[in-house]
């Protein structure tokens, strides 16, 4: 089974700051990884599939990028309205959730 | 226009079996790409997911829950059937069905809580 980590579990930044989360997983799984934003009592939301690729109406200011084993979602300029928990999530063997990063408004 | 809704008990006893019903519209599970599964989350924890169906008829199962999951689909009322047997206090949690186009969740249902409880 694969096990996916992230770091850092909580995020506390101020607004226009510039948020990085990683994700490792155990093995290598090519590019089959999306990120998914959480707000409390909502469903997820797909905010970035297969490690880079954008979806259709989230803003820009949310990228992917790695690759293999390591993977990065970064928020540049960061609002108040993302708030929220972000997890990474595998679809290269069967499918596993990371842990979640909760990111906090300053 | 992409749908879900997850639809069965709010409460359940310990030893019972669960039975949750996705509905869904705006795609055909018959679809080459196209998968529905399920994922929990226990309250203030993260997401587990449990099971996927593909339009194939495959079926995958978390490793840790196999042999508790039973999912089936029945394409002709656009639902998909998950069952979980031995209930236990600690599969308390929220329970989600979501569209998956070659792996990624794009549509997730609002999620219905679960209650374990004698």
Same mark, same amino acid.
């Given at each position: 089974e694969i096990v996916l980590t992230q770091s850092p579990d909580f995020q506390s930044v101020t607004p226009k700051e510039k948020v990085t989360i990683t994700c490792r997983a155990s093995? @290598?799984?090519? @590019?089959s990884l999306h990120w998914y934003q959480q707000k409390p009592d909502q469903s997820p939301k797909l905010l970035i599939k297969y490690a880079s690729q954008s979806i259709s109406g989230v803003p820009s200011r949310f990228s992917g990028s790695g690759s293999g084993t390591d993977f990065t979602l970064t928020i540049n300029s960061l609002e108040a309205e993302d708030a929220a928990t972000y997890y990474c999530h595998q679809s290269s063997s069967l499918f596993t959730f990371g842990p979640g990063t909760k990111v906090d408004i300053k | 226009q992409i749908t879900l809704k997850e639809s069965g008990p709010t409460l359940v006893k310990p030893t019972q079996t669960l039975t949750l019903t996705c509905t869904f519209s705006g795609f055909s599970l018959s679809t080459s790409g196209v998968g529905v599964g399920w994922i929990r989350q226990p309250p203030g924890k993260a997401l587990e997911w449990l099971a996927l169906i593909y339009w194939d008829d495959d079926k995958r199962y978390s490793p840790s829950l196999k042999s508790r999951l039973t999912i089936t689909k029945d394409t002709s009322k656009n639902q998909v059937v998950l069952t979980m047997t031995n209930m236990d206090p600690v599969d308390t949690a929220t329970y989600y069905c979501a569209h998956f186009h070659w792996g990624a969740g794009d549509y997730w249902g609002q999620g219905t809580l679960v209650t374990v409880s004698s």
């Open positions: 093995q @290598s799984i090519g @590019s | -």
